[in-house]
């Protein structure tokens, strides 16, 4: 099997997105696994991934790095969170999530990372866990509320370090399923303007439908 790195911790196997597995005999999702020259590989499902949908869709460049400290938005049960843990060997992963059920599973997930810290708070108070954060390298955002670009903000204000990075996905239909996806991403990035250089647009389709995936640096 050939193996390329994409990206630092991001690997191509014959053409699988995947990532080396942190927690070896662990499984988060029902992903495969591949055992090759003595490391464990975790393939990382496009479909079940945004963050995975924009690397095979041409993300230009990837600011997780093995040592980032990186915020999670939204973190679910933890499938691409638990991707992102596998690439920060010496990072740290914080995990907001708002729902009880998907709470639970994402603290199963974060039992067996220590990189990995599940926070259940609302996104909207980024005041009630930037004390325990503080300031990180990269925010990443998947929730799905009319208020997406507010959230990220509010967010990047309180933990986001100058200049740092921000990886949103714009879910359109959220925000409003009558209007056309396009004039939804229109708005977004121009109440985004004031706070983020954009550096890269990304539609997720087929992978994902009328979702968006923007790469953006804090001004």
């Known amino acids: 099997m050939k193996i390329i790195e994409k990206f630092p911790n991001v690997f191509d196997l014959d053409g699988f997105l995947a990532t080396k597995n942190l927690a070896?005999?662990?499984?988060?999702?029902?992903?495969?696994?591949?055992?090759?020259?003595?490391?464990?590989?975790?393939?990382?499902?496009?479909?079940?991934?945004k963050l995975a949908a924009a690397v095979k869709?041409?993300?230009?460049?990837?600011?997780?790095?093995?040592?980032?400290?990186?915020?999670?938005l939204?973190?679910?049960?933890?499938?691409?969170?638990?991707?992102?843990?596998?690439?920060?060997?010496?990072?740290?992963?914080?995990?907001?999530?708002?729902?009880?059920?998907?709470?639970?599973?994402?603290?199963a997930v974060c039992e067996v990372r220590p990189?990995?810290?599940?926070?259940?708070?609302?996104?909207?108070?980024?005041?009630?866990?930037?004390?325990?954060v503080g300031k990180v390298d990269i925010l990443y955002q998947?929730?799905?509320q009319p208020d997406q670009s507010k959230i990220l903000i509010s967010n990047a204000k309180a933990c986001l370090k100058k200049g740092g990075y921000a990886m949103f996905c714009v879910k359109s239909q959220?925000?409003?399923?009558?209007?056309?996806?396009?004039?939804?991403?229109?708005?977004?990035?121009?109440?985004?303007?004031?706070?983020?250089?954009?550096l890269q647009q990304i539609d997720l389709h087929p992978y994902d439908k009328e979702h968006l995936f923007l790469f953006l640096r804090m001004k």
């Open 24 to 49: 070896p005999g662990k499984k988060v999702y029902g992903e495969r696994i591949v055992k090759e020259e003595g490391a464990e590989y975790r393939i990382w499902d496009l479909h079940r991934s």
């Open 57 to 72: 869709k041409g993300l230009k460049e990837f600011p997780i790095l093995p040592s980032s400290k990186v915020l999670y």
């Open 74 to 107: 939204g973190a679910a049960s933890g499938t691409t969170a638990s991707h992102i843990s596998d690439i920060l060997t010496e990072g740290e992963l914080y995990c907001v999530e708002f729902a009880q059920r998907s709470m639970r599973d994402l603290i």
């Open 115 to 132: 990189n990995m810290m599940p926070i259940f708070a609302d996104a909207r108070q980024p005041q009630d866990y930037s004390k325990e």
């Open 142 to 144: 998947d929730v799905a």
């Open 174 to 198: 959220s925000i409003d399923v009558t209007m056309d996806p396009q004039k939804v991403y229109e708005i977004v990035i121009s109440e985004l303007e004031g706070t983020f250089e954009v």
